[in-house]
């Protein structure tokens, strides 16, 4: 058994695929130290600097005076807390739903949702560049499982047309995290309706980000989706997940869900610091436009710098190579350069789409950025 390991990590070796963990010093979520050098992160989800906000910090420190480090059970035995509650009405409030649920990440709530309401005689029918838990979930489920091409709505209406399953679920995410372009809900919910499906949403990378609000990629909709799901480890710089929907669907979860139900809760202090994470973009709406700007400045200076890139619609800006020895190679240009952006490849995006995914904060300054168009205009020279 070890030599196949053994063979199998060659392998990865080999095409290029090999992953390794890389432990940052004195990282502030910007800025930090690898091998000894000083470097500057545009690869975190952290997109309106939460995590090190004064307020949210100081919220974090008295919930942890009061509750302590861990919640000590799960939700449904002693691990409910007033911190849980809080933060779900209102999540539940700011998603235009009747009821929120937390889950300890939002991976373990993309399987709960799939695994309680999907099981054998149903159909699941998603976009292929769906994230992984949504995936995962879906398989778990047992569920006849469809794949429609990425943004092809004419392909996914042909499945859902063709499908005799019990309950048919439509899934996607509304920004999606390798290309960070965003799903057409209003088509979506236009076939939600049409033929009469579950319709699930992961908003995780629209939160704070996109909306009127900053409620997320699903404001204009959520009357209309049936389930919204989130993190509370993107732009809310913490850790967790989310469910918000009606009722009857947060009760069913309660129930019949096996990732909230025998799992210890979220730690209070997440709740907590989650809280006002969510107050602050209420109330400061300064950073979100702070944010906005960072992702135009960039978008613009990478375009005159000869880069292809989309239209900016998130805070997500892939750079795209291809070959994954090529991205590794350009991982190591740009790091050299004290710009730090790991190389995306295989499985987590399809072979031979290999990128470099800039991520971008608002706690990016105008030194940062000019570190980041710097660096690509050294490696676009290389490459000439």
């Given at each position: 058994m070890k030599q196949a390991n053994r063979d199998e990590l060659s392998d990865l070796k080999k095409n290029n695929l090999y992953r390794q963990i890389r432990v940052l010093k004195n990282s502030d979520g910007i800025h930090a130290e690898w091998r000894g050098e000083k470097i500057t992160l545009f690869c975190g989800n952290d997109y309106l600097g939460l995590s090190r906000h004064p307020r949210v910090i100081r919220a974090a420190e008295q919930a942890l005076k009061k509750y302590g480090v861990g919640a000590g059970a799960?939700?449904?035995?002693?691990?409910?807390?007033?911190?849980?509650?809080?933060?779900?009405?209102?999540?539940?409030?700011?998603?235009?739903?009747?009821?929120?649920?937390?889950?300890?990440?939002?991976?373990?709530?993309?399987?709960g949702i799939l695994t309680a309401f999907a099981r054998e005689g149903d159909t699941i029918i998603m976009d292929k560049l769906c994230h992984a838990s949504l995936v995962d979930g879906a398989r778990l489920s047992q569920a006849e499982l469809r794949v429609f091409p990425h943004k092809k709505y004419e392909k996914c209406e042909a499945i859902l047309h063709k499908s005799v399953g019990r309950r048919k679920i439509l899934l996607t995410e509304s920004v999606f995290s390798m290309d960070g372009d965003l799903a057409d809900l209003k088509e979506l919910v236009r076939l939600k309706k049409k033929y009469k499906a579950l319709l699930v949403v992961d908003d995780a990378h629209g939160m704070g980000v996109i909306g009127k609000h900053g409620h997320g990629a699903t404001e204009k909709f959520s009357k209309e989706i049936d389930i919204i799901m989130g993190t509370l480890s993107k732009s809310i710089g913490g850790l967790g997940g989310f469910v918000a929907a009606d009722d009857p669907y947060v009760d069913y979860l309660v129930n019949f869900s096996r990732p909230f139900i025998f799992t210890t809760a979220l730690p209070p202090v997440l709740s907590a610091s989650a809280l006002e994470s969510l107050s602050v973009i209420e109330k400061e709406t300064a950073l979100r436009k702070k944010l906005w700007d960072n992702i135009r400045s960039i978008h613009v200076g990478l375009s005159e710098a000869g880069f292809v890139l989309g239209k900016p619609e998130s805070a997500i800006l892939p750079v795209m190579i291809g070959n994954e020895k090529r991205a590794l190679e350009a991982f190591q240009s740009i790091l050299k350069e004290g710009v730090f952006i790991p190389a995306i490849r295989h499985p987590t995006v399809a072979k031979g789409k290999a990128r470099l995914r800039i991520t971008v904060s608002a706690s990016h300054t105008e030194a940062d950025i000019r570190a980041l168009l710097k660096a690509f205009k050294s490696y676009g020279k290389k490459e000439a």
């Amino acid at each position: 058994m070890k030599q196949a390991n053994r063979d199998e990590l060659s392998d990865l070796k080999k095409n290029n695929l090999y992953r390794q963990i890389r432990v940052l010093k004195n990282s502030d979520g910007i800025h930090a130290e690898w091998r000894g050098e000083k470097i500057t992160l545009f690869c975190g989800n952290d997109y309106l600097g939460l995590s090190r906000h004064p307020r949210v910090i100081r919220a974090a420190e008295q919930a942890l005076k009061k509750y302590g480090v861990g919640a000590g059970a799960a939700r449904l035995v002693s691990g409910s807390t007033t911190a849980h509650e809080a933060l779900e009405k209102k999540i539940a409030r700011l998603k235009n739903k009747e009821r929120a649920l937390v889950f300890g990440s939002g991976y373990l709530a993309n399987l709960g949702i799939l695994t309680a309401f999907a099981r054998e005689g149903d159909t699941i029918i998603m976009d292929k560049l769906c994230h992984a838990s949504l995936v995962d979930g879906a398989r778990l489920s047992q569920a006849e499982l469809r794949v429609f091409p990425h943004k092809k709505y004419e392909k996914c209406e042909a499945i859902l047309h063709k499908s005799v399953g019990r309950r048919k679920i439509l899934l996607t995410e509304s920004v999606f995290s390798m290309d960070g372009d965003l799903a057409d809900l209003k088509e979506l919910v236009r076939l939600k309706k049409k033929y009469k499906a579950l319709l699930v949403v992961d908003d995780a990378h629209g939160m704070g980000v996109i909306g009127k609000h900053g409620h997320g990629a699903t404001e204009k909709f959520s009357k209309e989706i049936d389930i919204i799901m989130g993190t509370l480890s993107k732009s809310i710089g913490g850790l967790g997940g989310f469910v918000a929907a009606d009722d009857p669907y947060v009760d069913y979860l309660v129930n019949f869900s096996r990732p909230f139900i025998f799992t210890t809760a979220l730690p209070p202090v997440l709740s907590a610091s989650a809280l006002e994470s969510l107050s602050v973009i209420e109330k400061e709406t300064a950073l979100r436009k702070k944010l906005w700007d960072n992702i135009r400045s960039i978008h613009v200076g990478l375009s005159e710098a000869g880069f292809v890139l989309g239209k900016p619609e998130s805070a997500i800006l892939p750079v795209m190579i291809g070959n994954e020895k090529r991205a590794l190679e350009a991982f190591q240009s740009i790091l050299k350069e004290g710009v730090f952006i790991p190389a995306i490849r295989h499985p987590t995006v399809a072979k031979g789409k290999a990128r470099l995914r800039i991520t971008v904060s608002a706690s990016h300054t105008e030194a940062d950025i000019r570190a980041l168009l710097k660096a690509f205009k050294s490696y676009g020279k290389k490459e000439a």
